[in-house]
């Protein structure tokens, strides 16, 4: 199902909107390069081009195949082999004291391992590796264990290793508690809420409270729901489950199941809901504590049951589903929307390198090596610029919308929608119930040409232009009903973008009572308001790890001047400042954009006494969440408040979230209000937290699906007195026009390649035949010979 849907995700726009069009060999172009003749071969291997005739045309353009490179150093990032991640799968198994059962036999009084994957390593120790020749750091394996064969069952991280260059040994590999990540020191453990919300126990508690009132249920919208097979309704309800007073208690709602493959079951509410306090693992012991209906609390199964049939009850309509809920072609053919729309093409193929079983990238001036990790997704490490570090790590931290915290689970790529019919792709891996599964082709990279010139200007006697060509990799998450699509740009300026995008189901309310909270967008139907809020660290470490960050500000002023006869000017200046400490570093954008916030080094200034620095802006959508103190979220989210934060670096602070931070909302393992302890940021390594994301108010246009465009929000890094000028004159990839008399009397063009090559255009449907599910390795029982176990759904 998901693989359907995957493919169905909105097209992004690839345009072949050059800045400036390619050479062509018309009448004109001709005459243009005549005219250049006149002018001498200039220096530096500039050089004007005087071919009269139009130039050869090589058969075809290249294939788009990276340049094959080679890490300058080990990705510490780059997860655990297939080898390693066995061995260590293996190795637990034979640890007596963590009494496992293989996942497959696993059930809900069982231990089993959740998750092993490669433990990033402490910066002190990469930054010794990557610039002082310092030995690799050890490789050390984070596993998670769900110890559910207790009473008071308990996810728990641990360490495990040193893994050695061919896995674990027995006698020198050791687990320990993981704990120094973590704000809460509990041995890394965390209770779990959802030790029996896999398989029956909460299953059997909500369809035995439906089955009493299955009459309801047929009445109104002429169904049930009993956990069998021919259902038409279904129940589900709130994450994180309610956490007050010792108590757990959960909200579930009914829903109208899904008539076909279409997704569409957030779109089908039907206004009743129940709650039940679950608390503790023995279900004599849980309680059902009343029913909701239109506005109404009923707090027991007979007080709704004897409202319901008192005469005058009102009977609310059931959402039903249809084409207005589904994604596929709908409507009336639009003019011309059958020819193919215009495409992107790289004639000389792809412009990077990539190692590619190393994951490190080069572009231009950039390079970056790519991590990925089940909670977290991508990131990058290690993002140079001219060779210099400009972050240490860039990636996002957790995903939320108001009403659920999850974790994406990568989803795969759709070939020509989600990126450029010539992107490279690259797999990623992540571990599940002893096996690893391999995402095939889920990051992509390529090159692109904006419809808009970085640069452009026009006299009376010549014209410049620059091509705005920049380089993004991209990654798609699906996390619960929405898809998100992560790109992290560069762009020939030294400047980077972070950009995530957000399209999918929306989970929709009934629309009864609703009015505060939405807009009615269907007949039953209230599109539910909710926040989109995603936290991205930004290590930033501009030359040298002692950064400190500066605060400009344009403010309003009535100034005297020498000049100004005594009387005062109504004018604006700057006020400049720097974030002392954690006492004030947790800050918002400031009203009417009059605020910038830059990464500088007071240790390195530019030739004319300015620091030197990165600034960091919002593009769009830098957002925090509108609810404050939030009784859903406690302390599992305190990063979701501000729009901008920064902290000293802390190996102990690796991350802004846990995984598990909705087990225990009120003690959650990382409570990111604890970074926070008054420590000087002056000159020191700087972390950035930084928040992007929508306050979504679905209106019909999110019918069927919630879209890419109006859903998007980003950030820009971009160099601040950081080079003596703009690093993008650089690029040949630009002209000078010259004319007099309103003709043109030469054309620069710095050297860019000149010759034409015919592009072979396949219509993109052929390779989505080449989509496939996911590649799955058994780690145990691990057999290296025959690794290869199965090829799963896309999830
Ligand atoms: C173009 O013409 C100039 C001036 O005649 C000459 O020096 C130069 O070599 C020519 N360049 C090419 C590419 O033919
Ligand atoms: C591009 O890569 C594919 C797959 O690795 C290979 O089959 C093909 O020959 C390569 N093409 C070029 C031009 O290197
Ligand atoms: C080990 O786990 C099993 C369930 O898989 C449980 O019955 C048993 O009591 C556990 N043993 C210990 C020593 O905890
Ligand atoms: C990483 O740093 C933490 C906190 O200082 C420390 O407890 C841990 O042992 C370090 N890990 C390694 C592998 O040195
Ligand atoms: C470690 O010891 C266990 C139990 O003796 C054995 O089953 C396992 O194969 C050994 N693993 C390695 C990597 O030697
Ligand atoms: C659904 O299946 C059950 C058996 O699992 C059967 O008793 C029942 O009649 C079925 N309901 C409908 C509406 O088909
Ligand atoms: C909405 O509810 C009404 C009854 O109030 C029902 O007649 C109608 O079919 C429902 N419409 C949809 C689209 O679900
Ligand atoms: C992705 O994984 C597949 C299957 O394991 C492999 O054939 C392919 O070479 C991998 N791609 C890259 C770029 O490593
Ligand atoms: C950073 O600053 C501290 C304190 O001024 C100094 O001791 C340290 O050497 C500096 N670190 C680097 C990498 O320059
Ligand atoms: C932070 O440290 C700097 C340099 O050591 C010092 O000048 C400054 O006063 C300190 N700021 C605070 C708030 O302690
Ligand atoms: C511009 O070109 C036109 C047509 O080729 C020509 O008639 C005219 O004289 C040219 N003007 C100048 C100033 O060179
Ligand atoms: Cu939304």
């Known amino acids: 199902m998901r693989v359907s849907s995957s493919l169905l995700l909105a097209a992004s ?29 200039s220096k530096n291997g500039r050089r004007w081009l005087n071919e009269t005739s139009t130039p050869s045309i090589v058969t075809s353009c290249s294939e788009s195949n990276y340049t094959k490179a080679s890490a300058p150093k080990v990705n510490v990032w780059g997860g655990l082999t297939d080898i390693e991640a066995a061995s260590v799968t293996q190795w637990l198994f034979a640890q007596p004291e963590l009494n496992l059962t293989v996942s497959d036999d696993a059930g809900e009084w069982d231990n089993s391992v959740l998750l092993v994957e490669l433990m990033h390593p402490n910066k002190t ?38 893994i050695e260059p061919f896995g674990v040994k027995n006698g020198t590999t050791r687990w320990v508690p993981l704990e120094y990540p973590y704000t809460r020191k509990s041995d890394g453990r965390v209770r779990n809420l959802d030790a029996d919300a896999d398989d029956t126990l909460y299953s059997q508690w909500i369809y035995k409270i439906s089955a009493t009132i299955s009459d309801i249920t047929l009445d109104l919208w002429g169904g049930v729901a009993l956990g069998r097979d021919n259902d038409t309704l279904d129940i589900w309800g709130i994450d994180p489950l309610w956490q007050d007073d010792g108590r757990v208690v959960r909200w579930d709602a009914f829903w109208s199941n899904a008539v076909d493959n279409f997704d569409t079951q957030t779109l089908l509410p039907l206004g009743l809901y129940f709650r039940s306090d679950v608390t503790g693992r023995d279900p004599s012991q849980w309680k059902l504590e009343g029913w909701y209906y239109n506005g109404i609390f009923y707090e027991t199964t007979s007080a709704f049951r004897n409202a319901y049939y008192t005469p005058g009850f009102a009977k609310l309509g059931a959402n039903v589903e249809g084409d207005w809920a589904r994604t596929d072609q709908n409507g009336p053919t639009l003019p011309l929307d059958t020819s193919h729309p215009p495409a992107s093409v790289a004639p000389s193929g792809s412009r990077f390198a990539v190692d590619a079983e190393s994951k490190w990238v080069e572009w231009m001036d950039f390079s970056f090596y790519i991590g990925y990790q089940r909670d977290t997704g991508l990131s990058l490490w290690d993002i140079r610029y001219k060779g210099q570090r400009v972050l240490y790590e860039l990636g996002l931290q957790e995903a939320l919308a108001h009403y659920a915290g999850q974790d994406p689970l990568q989803s795969g790529t759709a070939y020509g929608y989600d990126c450029p019919a010539y992107a490279t792709y690259l797999n990623t891996s992540f571990y599940v119930s002893e096996t690893t599964h391999t995402h095939l082709n889920s990051l992509c990279l390529f090159e692109f040409t904006a419809d808009y010139p970085l640069q452009r200007h026009s006299t009376s006697d010549y014209v410049s232009a620059t091509k705005n060509t920049y380089f993004t990799i991209r990654s798609v998450s699906t996390v619960g009903n929405y898809d998100y699509m992560f790109s992290y740009s560069f762009y020939m300026d030294g400047s980077i973008n972070v950009e995530v995008r957000a399209s999918g189901y929306i989970q929709s309310a009934y629309y009864a009572n609703n009015d505060e909270y939405g807009y009615k967008i269907h007949d039953n139907l209230s599109g539910s308001m909710h926040d989109h809020i995603l936290n991205f660290k930004a290590d930033f470490d501009i030359l040298g790890t002692n950064n400190t960050i500066a ?50 080094n007071k240790d390195a200034v530019n030739k004319y006494g300015e620091y030197r620095g990165y600034r960091i802006s919002p593009s769009l959508g830098a957002i925090h969440l509108t609810v404050e103190d939030s009784s859903n979220l406690a302390n599992a989210a305190r990063w979701a408040n501000h729009d901008v934060q920064v902290t000293k670096q802390h190996d102990t602070e690796p991350r802004a979230a846990h995984a598990y931070n909705n087990q225990d909302v009120h003690n959650p393992p990382v409570n990111f209000d604890a970074f926070f302890n008054s420590e000087n940021l002056t000159q020191t390594d700087l972390v950035l937290w930084l928040n992007l994301g929508m306050h979504h108010i679905p209106h019909t246009g999110d019918l069927p699906n919630t879209v890419f465009s109006t859903a998007h929000a980003g950030l820009s890094f971009s160099p601040l007195n950081y080079l003596e ?42 390779d989505l035949w080449n989509y496939k599910g996911d590649v799955v390795v058994r780690k145990f029982p691990f057999d290296p010979n025959n690794p290869f176990y199965e090829t799963d759904s896309i999830v």
């Open 13 to 41: 726009f690839f345009y072949a909107h050059g800045a400036l069009s390619a050479p062509s060999p018309d009448p004109k172009a001709a005459w243009v390069r005549q005219g250049r003749a006149r002018k001498a071969a």
């Open 125 to 162: 120790d990469v930054l010794s590796y990557l610039d002082n020749a310092g030995p690799a750091p050890p490789r050390y394996a984070h596993v998670v264990l769900d110890h559910r064969a207790a009473v008071d069952p308990y996810y728990q991280d641990i360490l495990v290793g040193p």
């Open 551 to 600: 605060v400009v500000n344009q403010v309003p002023v009535s100034t005297v001047y020498p000049w100004s006869n005594g009387k005062a000017r109504n004018t604006m200046k700057l006020e400049k400042s720097y974030v002392e400490s954690e006492d004030q570093s947790r800050l918002f954008w400031g009203a009417n954009s009059a605020t910038q916030y830059s990464v500088i």
């Open 725 to 766: 000028g703009d690093p993008s004159r650089q690029t040949v990839n630009q002209v000078r026009i010259e004319y007099g008399g309103g003709n043109v009397s030469a054309v620069e063009t710095f050297g860019q390649e000149q010759g034409s090559c015919a592009v072979e255009y396949t219509p993109v449907e052929v």
